[in-house]
């Protein structure tokens, strides 16, 4: 599986909705971007409790899914941006149910490993609510698995848009990130699905405790 990182995005904390501030809004970079522990050099997270750190250092959600999005909000203008997402990674296809838990890429020189799906939030509906009716927005996203995911960065790197991104090994071949997040995110998981991914490694110990929570 290889393609090309059509665009590397990143951002910075903005006021977003009276008091919170939110970087979701990711813009394209030029030149070389730094892949290290935290994510991308220089990008931020405003509510680290939730976003960032080594376990959701990059985001990328598939420009595969803009298109559906179109269908659903109308041709809106923030659909053409690659970050309209929050997504730091701008990839055609190659979409959740295609990649795995453990996956790893090379990105440039960067190695990266898929860790857990991105949970949706009310920020995208807020987002959008800015330009177009996007009441719905989370829902449809549980319903449909469209959530794009997190890679931790395995060894750090440098990469630039054009630059190529190759499947280099396959992690958790029975757990695409359409079926974790439909366990974990939708609730749709049995005991036994629980169970293992409870005790799955390669998967963020934030989703492993909260197979574990679930099994309680």
């Given amino acids: 599986m290889k393609h090309t990182l059509e665009a590397i995005c990143t951002g910075t904390a903005r006021p977003f909705n ?27 997270q405003a509510d680290r409790r939730v976003h960032g750190g080594p376990e959701m250092a990059v985001h990328l959600y598939p420009l595969d899914h803009h298109d559906f999005w179109r269908g659903e909000l109308g041709d809106l203008e923030l659909l053409n941006q690659p970050g309209a997402f929050g997504s730091n990674l701008a990839v055609t296809g190659m979409t959740e149910e295609q990649v795995h838990i453990g996956d790893q890429f090379r990105a440039g020189t960067a190695l990266l490993e898929i860790s857990q799906p991105r949970q949706p939030c009310w920020k995208i509906e807020h987002r959008f609510g800015a330009v177009g009716d996007a009441k719905g927005m989370v829902a449809k996203i549980v319903a449909t698995g469209r959530s794009g995911w997190y890679f931790r960065v395995l060894e750090f790197g440098e990469a630039q848009a054009g630059d190529a991104i190759e ?7 029975d757990w695409s990130v359409e079926r974790v997040f439909k366990a974990l995110m939708a609730g749709k998981a049995s005991r036994e699905e629980l169970a293992e991914l409870a005790e799955m490694e390669r998967l963020s110990p934030k989703l492993r405790e909260r197979a574990r929570i679930k099994l309680a």
């Fill in 18 to 44: 009276g008091a919170e501030t939110s970087a979701i809004g990711k813009r394209p970079r030029e030149g070389l971007v730094q892949f290290l522990e935290d994510g991308l050099a220089p990008d931020e």
């Fill in 167 to 173: 499947r280099v090994a396959i992690g958790e071949t």
